[in-house]
């Protein structure tokens, strides 16, 4: 059961694809990061940190010993249940080094974290507006809201990822979104590193709502 609602996080889109003409039902801020080496980038890296609600969804699942944190051991069976299920829709995300967009097939490095206290909140939403798009949805592709977060205060799970560039690269560009808004995904401009800036991108959007696009962030970052 742990292994199972664990995966709808990440593949949300293949897993209930009525759920294109819905708000998003999980939000998540990102941070990127780059790594360079002898004057290029070898490495982007990108965390991801859950919304509180979705974070009380699947914290109890992964921190199996209910220590609030996570073991060495338990991280290895997340990435054993999510690294391949990820993979599978290029992490959400496309990679560009100055030639065409590419997703990334796996990932150099996984870890993860429990945010106790949150780094990242944001105003309550409803995350089942627009399910019915005027008929009924089918019981099995509901989104009822989670729980509120913890009276001991909110919490955010966080996913980092590092994927390897193909060769190293003096500029390095990424975005990250669902196509079908089922996932929230925006940048942090506070965090981005020097060198980097953030933009929308002119064609990649996410849009529950035809005419009503939102388009992904896209960090772009360049050496001298």
């Given at each position: 059961?742990?292994?199972?609602?664990?995966?709808?996080?990440s593949?949300?889109?293949?897993?209930l694809p009525?759920a294109?003409?819905?708000?998003?039902?999980?939000?998540?801020?990102?941070?990127?990061?780059v790594?360079?080496?002898d004057?290029?980038?070898?490495?982007?890296?990108?965390?991801?940190?859950?919304d509180?609600?979705?974070?009380?969804v699947e914290?109890?699942?992964?921190?199996?010993?209910?220590?609030?944190?996570?073991?060495?051991?338990?991280i290895k069976?997340l990435?054993?249940?999510?690294m391949?299920?990820?993979?599978?829709?290029?992490?959400?995300?496309?990679?560009?080094t100055g030639?065409?967009?590419?997703?990334?097939s796996?990932?150099?490095?996984?870890?993860?974290?429990?945010d106790d206290?949150?780094?990242?909140?944001?105003?309550?939403?409803?995350?089942?507006a627009?399910?019915?798009?005027g008929?009924?949805?089918?019981?099995?592709?509901?989104?009822?809201?989670?729980?509120p977060p913890?009276?001991?205060?909110?919490?955010?799970?966080?996913y980092?990822?590092r994927f390897?560039?193909?060769?190293?690269?003096?500029?390095?560009s990424?975005a990250?979104?669902?196509?079908?808004?089922?996932?929230?995904?925006?940048v942090d401009?506070a965090?981005?590193?020097?060198?980097c800036?953030?933009?929308?991108?002119?064609?990649?959007k996410?849009e529950?709502?035809?005419?009503y696009?939102?388009?992904?962030d896209?960090?772009?970052c360049q050496?001298p």
């Open positions: 059961m742990r292994r199972l609602l664990a995966l709808i996080l593949v949300a889109v293949l897993l009525a294109a003409m819905a708000h998003p039902h999980l939000w998540v801020q990102q941070l990127v990061r790594v360079a080496k004057g290029k980038y070898t490495h982007v890296e990108i965390e991801w940190r859950f509180p609600f979705s974070s009380e914290i109890p699942l992964i921190d199996e010993d209910k220590d609030g944190k996570f073991s060495a051991r338990e069976l990435s054993d249940d999510m391949p299920e990820l993979s599978k829709v290029g992490f959400m995300s496309w990679i560009n030639k065409k967009d590419f997703r990334p796996k990932v150099a490095q996984f870890s993860a974290r429990v206290p949150a780094s990242f909140t944001l105003p309550d939403w409803d995350r089942s627009g399910d019915n798009g008929m009924a949805m089918p019981p099995n592709k509901r989104t009822n809201n989670p729980e913890r009276k001991q205060g909110a919490r955010n799970l966080v980092v990822m390897a560039l193909p060769e190293p690269s003096k500029t390095v990424i990250t979104f669902d196509p079908d808004d089922f996932i929230r995904i925006e401009k965090s981005l590193p020097a060198g800036m953030l933009a929308k991108h002119p064609t990649y996410a529950f709502i035809r005419g696009p939102v388009f992904a896209l960090v772009t050496l």
